[in-house]
């Protein structure tokens, strides 16, 4: 018999969205079905549908955008994501207010290994905080110890700090600026970390723009500690078809981020690469 795929394609209704910092909000969704599916680091494709209120169907935006699930509660059926407002399908889903219905697929791709033991870093910047909470969540509930290094330009920016302590991680905040946390960005505060580690951590993850990701993984190749880092494109399908989310492999050839990622071993891309394609910020959604 043919295997049905894990996916779903559900029918959501907005519960909040609420802005957490300027140009940055937390959407919650009722969609049972893809809150009992979905998993810490993978993500789903989400659509605005305005005109679906109406009876009519709607085409614009015409294309989901991936979001990265920044909290799922299987029990209640509601998912949660971190939406960064950079373009036209994030600022219909900005505007969208409880009852709305929105258009979900997923969840998609691979997650982050597990880390039931040791000590587990998270290194996030900015918005790339947001597939950590659940990761955080479940290596606690396993049994390791979570530390978190949260980087953004100033104190306004950022992100995900509560939702980190609620989980049970312990939360390291630096500014570009200084002006909350350490001074630096993750890069200058990451040596000083892994000093204060003793034995050092066991597993580590990151997620955040890809000029961030290159010397992070530089960083933690030195420290012996294998990463592996979530990567944020921009792709029109969510499953393989669009082709749209390819990255250069460290081997040769390219990755696709949907099927392949979005989590992957850091030696498996070539990050340097990946960070003169797309420059220093994290691509639009």
């Known amino acids: ?32 079905a893809l809150a009992a599916r ?46 960064r407002v950079t373009g036209e399908g994030t600022r219909a889903l900005a505007a969208c207010r409880p009852g709305d219905v929105l258009v979900l697929l997923g969840p998609f791709g691979n997650g982050f290994p597990a880390a039931n033991s040791g000590t587990l870093l998270l290194v996030a910047g900015g918005v790339g905080v947001a597939p950590f909470p659940p990761v ?14 949260v980087g953004a330009r100033s104190a306004p920016l ?21 002006s909350r946390g350490r001074c630096g960005m993750v890069t200058d505060v990451l040596p000083q970390l892994l000093d204060g580690f003793g034995a050092g951590p066991s597993a580590a993850f990151a997620c ?49 981020v949907c099927q392949d990622g979005p989590v992957f071993p850091a030696r498996a891309v070539d990050l340097e690469a990946v960070a003169r394609l797309w420059g220093a910020g994290t691509r639009a959604r």
Do not use: I, N
């Open 208 to 256: 955040g723009p890809p000029a961030m990701l290159a010397p992070v993984a530089r960083l933690l190749e030195q420290a012996g500690l294998e990463l592996h880092v979530s990567l944020e494109a921009r792709m029109g399908c969510g499953f393989g078809v669009c082709r749209g989310c390819a990255v250069p492999a460290a081997r040769g050839g390219y990755l696709h």
């Open 1 to 32: 018999m043919r295997k049905l795929p894990d996916w779903v394609q559900e029918a959501g209704r907005v519960l909040a969205w609420r802005e957490v910092v300027p140009g940055h909000g937390r959407l919650d969704v009722r969609a049972p």
């Open 38 to 83: 979905a998993r810490p680091g993978q993500f789903a494709m989400v659509r605005a549908a305005p005109a679906l209120r109406g009876g009519a169907v709607g085409m614009a935006p015409f294309l989901g955008r991936p979001l990265s699930f920044f909290d799922m509660d299987t029990t209640g059926g509601v998912v949660s994501f971190l939406v």
């Open 136 to 149: 955080a969540r479940a290596a606690v509930s396993a049994g390791a110890r979570v530390t978190a290094l």
């Open 158 to 178: 950022v992100l995900g700090v509560r939702e980190l302590r609620d989980a049970g991680a312990e939360v390291v905040v630096c500014t570009e600026d200084g």
